[in-house]
């Protein structure tokens, strides 16, 4: 399901319910069907001030793809806010040049820089050092009574493998990972309280100003890391330098925290629940990637 912002007033009846209660969050799949099956778009209050809810894979494609259609947008409800009008200008600031929410000609300006970061050499250099992280973290859970797979592997491992390949170094895991839960918390609320809106700009404000610190030492000593690369683009005019180039670091950052840590987790409680699948990867790891993607989609 996705949701897409909408300032028109066409709007059918809002859904009868509301749709994030307590049985939703525990088992969202029924509610997911019975809206799939009732049509493939209805619109509700529930989100970010009022959103079309999308059912149908087909249709939440066409809308990531078609230009007709706004990421720039979903990012404007934080500016209606009157619970917090001017009090989150600095966040709204460094929010809104993220990727995630920039429509073309920045959006695919920005990627592009970002892709050269990502490709499958420079992953692969990363592989023995994930595999040491992994190795470390899992013989900190080594116990009789087994450990919490979450708090010890999958919160942990991500704020590592991102920090690594950002290039940062001698900093606190910590102070990171809760910089991206409160600014995960506040973009995965459908309705963000006023103390989330606060609690994420307060960390995006300290996450800025230690990547504001990074990159300068990488403008002076770069390195093969992906902060090195976003300062290179800087120095070409392929990205800007302020608020674009610090958004970049910030959305790596949480984002990838965030997206990570429920793969980890909900991939290995699937993988639990279905012990026949567990076991053909123990068989065959061959088919891992294909497994991972399917966990994704899942």
Sequence with gaps: MNAVTMSADLRPPALARPLMDAAFLANPYPTYRALREAGAIH????FFGGAWLLTRHADVELVLRDPRFSAQRTGAWVKDREDTVGELSGFQQLFSRALLFLDAPDHPRIRKVLHAGFR?????????????????????????DGFDFIETVARPLPVR??????GIENLQYDDFMAWSEDLASFIGAPQPTRGQARRAQTSLLAMSRYFETLLE???????????????QAEACGEIQGGAELLAQCAMLLFAGFETTRHLLGSGLQALLAHPDQWQR??????????????LLRY
Excluded: F, M, N, Y
Excluded at 43 to 46: L, P
Excluded at 281 to 294: K, M, N, S, T, W
């Design 43 to 46: 619109w509700s209050e529930e």
């Design 120 to 144: 499958p050499d420079v992953l692969q250099r990363l592989v023995p050092h994930i595999e040491q992280a992994v190795t470390e973290l899992l013989d900190q859970g080594e116990g009789a």
């Design 281 to 294: 990867l123990q068989q065959a790891p061959e088919l891992l990637p294909g497994a991972v993607r399917e």
């Design 161 to 166: 493998v991102i920090t690594l390949l950002l």
């Design 217 to 231: 030492q990488k403008r002076q000593t770069p390195g093969d890391d992906l902060t090195s690369r976003l300062v």
